[in-house]
């Protein structure tokens, strides 16, 4: 289960830090905005690894999503985050990714405020038994073909309509 005391920095809609709260506090409805990095990998044919979360989670349970996504740390920077994330997840260190957008984004219960990069990657990944329930290549038809059915998260969709889906 989540830690929901653990501290998430408080940013204003441009990123600076304004304060600090806990994950619950982010969590539950207050939309509190707080940092996140998002990785988008790929391989060399062009397909997309999507994790699997899992069903323990508190936000969008047993959903596909994102190859990596975590919260920033207070007192951390995106790459910092990103860096951790991507280990922690994915078991990679060895990577080269790019930061293409930041943008703001709102469900029912939270605000995020999201840096996005990508990368492509060929090596090997192992996918972290604690964080996730998995993960795996999908082309871009098949993630296509799961939008708007319950499979993705909202958020990943969103984001693939805004940074991939005329690539």
Same mark, same amino acid.
């Given at each position: 289960?989540?830690?929901?005391?653990?501290?998430? !920095? %408080?940013?204003?809609?441009?990123?600076?830090?304004?304060?600090?709260?806990?994950?619950?506090?982010?969590?539950?409805?207050?939309? $509190? $905005?707080?940092?996140?990095?998002? $990785?988008? $990998? &790929?391989?060399?044919?062009?397909?997309?690894? =999507?994790?699997?979360?899992?069903?323990?989670?508190?936000?969008?349970?047993?959903?596909?999503?994102?190859?990596?996504?975590?919260?920033?740390?207070?007192? *951390?920077?995106?790459?910092?985050?990103?860096? #951790?994330?991507?280990? *922690? +997840?994915?078991?990679?260190?060895?990577?080269?990714? +790019?930061? %293409?957008?930041?943008?703001?984004?709102?469900?029912? #219960?939270? #605000?995020?405020?999201?840096?996005?990069?990508?990368?492509?990657?060929?090596? +090997?990944?192992? !996918?972290?038994?604690?964080?996730?329930?998995?993960? #795996? @290549?999908?082309?871009?038809?098949?993630?296509?073909?799961?939008?708007?059915?319950?499979? =993705?998260?909202?958020?990943?969709?969103?984001? &693939?309509?805004?940074? @991939?889906?005329?690539?």
């Amino acid at each position: 289960m989540d830690n929901q005391q653990e501290r998430f !920095p %408080i940013v204003d809609e441009v990123g600076r830090k304004i304060g600090s709260a806990t994950r619950g506090e982010c969590h539950g409805g207050s939309k $509190l $905005l707080h940092p996140v990095v998002h $990785l988008h $990998l &790929f391989n060399a044919k062009g397909d997309i690894y =999507l994790q699997r979360r899992p069903t323990w989670k508190d936000i969008q349970p047993g959903k596909w999503d994102t190859a990596v996504g975590g919260h920033i740390d207070d007192g *951390e920077t995106p790459e910092e985050a990103l860096r #951790r994330e991507v280990r *922690e +997840e994915l078991g990679i260190t060895d990577f080269m990714a +790019e930061c %293409i957008d930041k943008y703001v984004f709102e469900s029912e #219960r939270e #605000r995020e405020f999201v840096y996005v990069h990508w990368t492509t990657y060929d090596g +090997e990944i192992h !996918p972290s038994a604690e964080e996730l329930d998995g993960g #795996r @290549f999908w082309t871009m038809q098949e993630v296509r073909d799961a939008m708007g059915k319950g499979i =993705l998260t909202p958020n990943f969709e969103s984001e &693939f309509r805004r940074c @991939f889906f005329d690539k």
